[in-house]
């Protein structure tokens, strides 16, 4: 008898959603950051979907969306401002659902 609670989701997007996201930011350096973060249980993904919004953007509703095949993305020439940021794994079938939002202020 297989257990269900333990099979690869087939034929469908992945459900969960990335998890552990942070953003390390390096001593020094306020423009350049590097967002992280463990791949979802249980889910056959290929890729992941990073989004990304400034203060203005996000208060907008426009997110910038980058891909990435790894758990991690350089962010490189940040401005001072507050960033927004979120992730999601992507497969042949679709995206899951958003991590939860990160935010990130630079230093001016």
Partial sequence: M?????????????KNKPHNFTVVAME???????LDWARPLKDDMV????????YDDILN???SS?????THLAVENLKPNSY???VQAKNVFGVGPFSETLSYVTES
């Fill in 47 to 54: 890729s992941y979907m990073v989004q990304s919004a400034s």
């Fill in 84 to 86: 927004y940021f979120r």
């Fill in 28 to 34: 020094g350096c306020h423009s350049f950051i590097i």
């Fill in 2 to 14: 297989k257990n269900d609670s333990l099979a690869t989701n087939h034929n469908q997007p992945p």
């Fill in 61 to 63: 509703n426009r997110w």
């Fill in 66 to 70: 980058k891909a990435a095949t790894g």
